[in-house]
T-cell receptor, first 116, second 113 residues
Framework: GAVVSQHPSRVICKSGTSVKIECRSL??????MFWYRQFPKKSLMLMAT?????????EQGVEKDKFLINHASLTLSTLTVTSAHPEDSSFYIC????????????FGPGTRLLVL | AQSVSQHNHHVILSEAASLELGCNYS??????LFWYVQYPGQHLQLLLK??????LVKGIKGFEAEFIKSKFSFNLRKPSVQWSDTAEYFC???????????FGKGTKLSVKP
């Protein structure tokens, strides 16, 4: 089946620094990738939709300048958390959509971010 | 806006018990529905999906779900659970606008050996 990887799997950083998270589709081309945030004991909340070669579409309440998304190729999307603060600590998950039919998304393993 | 609700936050069963996890969605038109499972420490995996056709959908690992349009429901079932089914289960609906998934809050299933 289709595989999506994320790197790093976990990261600890100091408050004020920036962190980049990569999401790769390993064996298929993903024209669209999604970034979710999962809070403890809560569901996944969509942060933004990333389409290859165009600007990401952010959900209401998600700061564009804080969560920078780049989808430069059909297999790679990056999420950069800029000037991270402790409240940004969370589990970030990406997913990639394979093709236009049967709209199935494949999820990455997630990245645990801890901001000290 | 579309929404998904999962009624049970935490379900505890003994092995061999039957399982039914509730899922209701809000949208009244054409819907594409999914169940995902997240085993401890692992990523989300697709259990099954419904797009059209037979409302009784069979998925992996013996799971099935029934789409009942009149009840706006897509409940997940398994006749006999195993300890290895311990995981968190998420129901989701495909959003028509961007193709993203809208998730329910998840149901944690604990199966006692």
């Amino acid at each position: 089946g289709a595989v999506v990887s994320q790197h790093p799997s976990r990261v600890i950083c100091k408050s004020g620094t920036s962190v980049k998270i990569e999401c790769r589709s390993l064996d298929f081309q993903a024209t669209t990738m999604f970034w979710y945030r999962q809070f403890p004991k809560k569901s996944l909340m969509l942060m933004a939709t990333s389409n290859e070669g165009s600007k990401a579409t952010y959900e209401q309440g998600v700061e564009k300048d804080k969560f920078l998304i780049n989808h430069a190729s059909l297999t790679l999307s990056t999420l950069t958390v800029t000037s991270a603060h402790p409240e940004d600590s969370s589990f970030y998950i990406c997913s990639a959509r394979d093709g236009w039919v049967q709209e199935t998304q494949y999820f990455g393993p997630g990245t645990r971010l801890l901001v000290l | 806006a579309q929404s998904v609700s999962q009624h049970n936050h935490h379900v505890i069963l003994s092995e061999a018990a039957s399982l039914e996890l509730g899922c209701n969605y809000s949208y009244g038109g054409t819907v594409n529905l999914f169940w995902y499972v997240q085993y401890p420490g692992q990523h989300l995996q697709l259990l099954l999906k419904y797009f059209s056709g037979d409302p009784l959908v069979k998925g992996i690992k013996g799971f099935e779900a029934e789409f009942i349009k009149s009840k706006f429901s897509f409940n997940l079932r398994k006749p006999s659970v195993q300890w290895s089914d311990t995981a968190e289960y998420f129901c989701a609906v495909l959003s028509g606008s961007q193709g993203n998934l809208i998730f329910g809050k998840g149901t944690k299933l604990s199966v006692k050996p």
